[in-house]
DNA sequence: ATAGGGTTAG
């Protein structure tokens, strides 16, 4: 705003010649296919010279405006050509055609060999600089102006405040706009545009209050920018204002105009409108039916969007381009229909679209959301051209599909290109760290995220919290919480669901307090939190005190994950039976959670036909969850009944099921990366060491086996025992390893991606007591803090 | 003879 209203407008007043241009763009049909006429006899050329040199001008112009610039090219190549017309012909002729880099080329060559350029010339070179955000070239241009005396003609300038708007310099856009002698409607509507152009809507509209101010009439262009602004800022109100000026100045029939309307209110969540407005155009050009598709893609209506698409070619007989396609692609995600999806896919490859960096990247979101990283990889190695936004989405799709260190691998290639990551960027990859990143890692991202403009971005401030508690540092986790500026109410739950899986109930109970004494309002995600929390800290009389309020007091309807927490609750206290009937009488459809829950109750309370049934349950909505064979399988194990443990494996490999393997990580002394251990990992250098540890500390706590034993067993009970076999299990490795590796005083933090195993969790336990260290074991579901020979957890997990 | 600002895209 401050920037606005800074302006001087000074000799506003002269704004003749800008009602005189707004009126001739009224009507604005280019007379493109008009014949050169031939240039005024100047030097000593015969006429047969000249005669020649003409019709060669007029090919060329053919050429340009038809888009055949390599035949333009080859004409100016031939002709030796030194006039300043036909040089300023082949810059406009690149710029429009998109071929950017050629022009300044071009503008560079005339400057090269002497040709003197003119005001036309500078504003077509200037545009090409906008067009390919080339700032410095741009820069470069507005000081060739000021040596040839062009610095204040008008229509140059309104072109630099357009360039350096596209470029993100809006500050200089503004301080030239302020300087410029002479302004008219054009100069006001390049600074709408500009701030347009670096998404502040805000400015972007009040500037156009001040060109009314100043008793500039806006008009259609200022409209579509206005338009744009309030689309940016989901202003719907100014949205509507917007279109009761175009009514009122009568361009509601303006093709542009109507677009950019039925943009803005779908853009502002009101599809019913835009489609209302759809109906009404009546010459709707690919543009239209693009925007109107985007439209439904936008507001989750992905039926309407293929409609769209099939309508557009059977009544308008258009057929879909490459932005058709970009803004389809969302909608086969939103509705599933994978094979639409790569039909798309393989109708652009017919169609040459590609290579597209905007395709293909709409693509890679594509094969993410379907689960297809590999696809997704496919696409990402080959693209030629690749911004910022395509990183950002291969990165999601690895996070969206569970490969996070292939997510922290591409961040990390990243950081090393020229390109720097943004908030979506950094909000993608941070979900990978908390999955399997260390605390020093965790500093790392940290570290680069406070030296970034990002800093106190709540959103990806949210994020960090969240990864330090998935790291292993609540307190760290709240120290950031407390230095957020805005905290959201995702701030809160954040908080509330570190303490949750730290098991430290009591904390998340307090955190809530204090949200809504800072008048919070707290929301499903917030109960899910504290739900979660009570759950894992076994608080059984506050779960249900908080689940009861949920309802009376803030009138949210419990959801299935809600249901979930309770059911932890009464599966944790044994009650095996209530267990059963909680979910019978459940208003919602138990999904695969519900009966995991009531699966990891059976198992703990050894009741094995009640495992088997939600073991059934599960299987029939998930064929392939891995964790529920393993559990069968263990539980069967434990039972010692081989025969079962057998007939689950055969089945898993009939199904074609792998188990998923088991790892902990634990931060390297030796290298920045951490270790990660599998069982009975032998890779990692220092692997005598620690075995040794392993084996000292055994004996001391009584468990007489040899770590090394296994190979001492027969083949056949090594069969039966090695899966089972907790002895070499990843987690005491990575525990050993990291005792010896950090320094004394300080704990050990291990990362498992499965939770841990009940031998092992005991342990740990005697491990914390005899060597006087605090272990800290995140597992797949919680943290185990191990200190003086007791878990956090209260060995119930 | 050529102008400047403007519609759909991840």
Redesign the pocket.
């Known amino acids: 705003m401050a920037a606005t209203l800074s302006h001087q407008y000074h000799h506003c007043h002269n704004s003749i010649s800008a009602i005189k241009?707004?009126e001739?763009?009224l009507t604005?049909s280019?007379?493109r296919t008009?014949i050169?006429?031939p240039?005024?006899r100047r030097k000593p050329k015969n006429s047969i010279e000249n005669r020649r040199d003409s019709s060669l001008?007029r090919a060329i112009r053919n050429h340009v405006d038809s888009g055949q610039m390599r035949e333009a090219l080859e004409i100016f190549e031939k002709m030796d050509c030194s006039?300043?017309?036909?040089w300023?012909?082949m810059i406009?002729g690149f710029t429009d055609n998109g071929l950017f880099f050629e022009a300044i080329n071009f503008y560079r060559r005339m400057e090269n060999q002497g040709i003197q350029a003119?005001?036309?010339t500078y504003?077509?070179v200037i545009?090409a600089c906008?067009a390919s955000l080339s700032f410095f070239e741009g820069q470069k241009v507005h000081g060739k102006l000021f040596k040839v005396g062009l610095n204040s003609?008008?229509?140059v300038c309104?072109?630099l405040v357009?360039m350096y708007g596209?470029s993100g310099f809006i500050k200089l856009a503004g301080e030239l706009f302020d300087e410029m002698p002479v302004r008219?409607?054009?100069?006001w509507?390049?600074l709408v545009?500009a701030y347009?152009?670096v998404g502040d809507g805000r400015n972007s509209l009040a500037c156009l209050l001040d060109m009314q101010a100043f008793g500039m009439t806006p008009?259609?262009?200022?409209m579509?920018?206005a338009l744009?602004a309030c689309s940016i800022e989901c202003f719907i109100r100014s949205g509507k204002e917007v279109h009761c000026q175009v009514l009122k100045c009568g361009f509601e029939l303006?093709?542009?105009v109507q677009?950019?309307l039925l943009?803005m209110y779908s853009k502002c969540g009101r599809v019913d409108y835009a489609e209302r407005l759809f109906r009404e155009i009546s010459q709707k050009?690919?543009?239209?039916w693009?925007?109107m598709m985007?439209g439904f893609v936008l507001n989750s209506q992905p039926q309407k969007s293929f409609a769209c698409l099939k309508k557009m070619q059977e009544d308008d007989n258009l057929s879909p381009?490459?932005?058709?396609i970009?803004?389809f692609l969302?909608s086969c995600a939103q509705f599933g229909a994978f094979l639409d999806g790569k039909s798309s896919h393989g109708y652009a490859i017919r169609k040459g679209f590609l290579p597209?960096?905007?395709?293909e990247?709409?693509l890679i979101?594509l094969y993410g959301a379907f689960g297809k990283p590999k696809l997704a990889e496919y696409i990402f190695g080959q693209m030629e051209e690749?911004?910022?936004?395509?990183w950002s989405?291969m990165i999601s799709a690895y996070v969206q599909n569970e490969q996070n260190e292939e997510a922290l691998n591409l961040f990390l290639e990243l950081l090393i290109k020229p390109l720097q990551p943004d908030a979506i960027t950094l909000a993608s990859v941070l979900p990978a760290y908390s999955e399997v990143a260390t605390l020093k890692e965790g500093k790392q991202i940290h570290g680069y995220i406070s030296k970034s403009e990002h800093r106190s971005n709540t959103y990806i401030l949210n994020s960090l919290v969240y990864m330090y508690a998935k790291c292993g540092e609540p307190e760290t986790a709240r120290a950031i919480f407390d230095r957020i500026l805005f905290r959201d109410v995702s701030s809160w739950n954040t908080i509330i669901m570190a303490y949750a899986i730290h098991g430290f109930g009591r904390k998340s109970i307090e955190l809530f307090s204090m949200m809504r004494d800072e008048g919070i309002r707290p929301n499903y995600i917030t109960f899910v939190s504290l739900l979660t929390s009570c759950s894992t800290s076994g608080m059984v009389d506050e779960a249900w005190r908080f689940y009861n309020s949920m309802k009376r007091d803030y009138n949210i309807v419990p959801g299935i994950e809600h249901y979930g927490c309770i059911l932890d609750l009464i599966g944790r206290t044994g009650n095996l039976d209530r267990a059963k009937n909680f979910i019978e009488e459940m208003p919602l459809t138990p999904t695969g959670r519900i009966w995991g829950s009531l699966l990891t109750a059976s198992r703990n309370h050894r009741n094995i036909e009640l495992a088997e049934h939600a073991a059934e349950h599960i299987f029939a909505l998930e064929h392939d969850n891995t964790g529920c064979y393993v559990l069968l399988s263990n539980l069967y194990a434990e039972a010692e009944r081989w025969a079962d443990v057998e007939r689950i494996k055969s089945l898993m490999k009939q199904r074609g099921i792998k188990k998923t393997v088991g790892w902990s990580l634990v931060e390297s002394t030796t290298s920045s990366k951490p270790y990660k251990f599998i069982n009975q990992d032998k890779s990692h250098v220092q692997t005598n060491i620690i075995y040794d540890v392993l084996s000292i500390l055994l004996r001391k706590i009584g468990e007489e086996k040899s770590v090394h034993g296994m190979i001492k067993l027969k083949p056949q009970d090594l069969k039966n025992n090695r899966a089972y076999s907790a002895e070499n299990h990843s987690v005491r490795l990575a525990i050993c390893f990291g005792l010896i590796s950090t320094k004394v005083g300080k704990p050990v933090l291990v990362r498992k991606n499965t939770r841990i195993c009940k031998d092992c969790h005991s342990v740990a336990k005697k491990i914390s007591e005899i060597t006087k260290r605090e272990i800290v074991v995140g597992d797949s579901k919680v943290f185990h803090h191990f200190r003086d020979g007791n878990c956090s957890c209260g060995d119930y997990w």
């Open positions: 241009l707004s001739k763009r604005d280019k007379p008009s050169p006429i240039s005024c001008r006039e300043t017309y036909v300023n012909l406009r003119d005001n036309f504003l077509f545009k906008g003609d008008v229509c309104n072109s357009s596209k008219d409607l054009v100069s509507n390049s545009g347009v152009a008009d259609r262009v200022s579509i920018s744009k303006d093709l542009m677009t950019s943009d050009t690919i543009v239209v693009n925007a985007g381009d490459a932005i058709s970009i803004n969302p597209h960096v905007v395709l990247t709409s979101d690749k911004s910022l936004v395509t989405s």
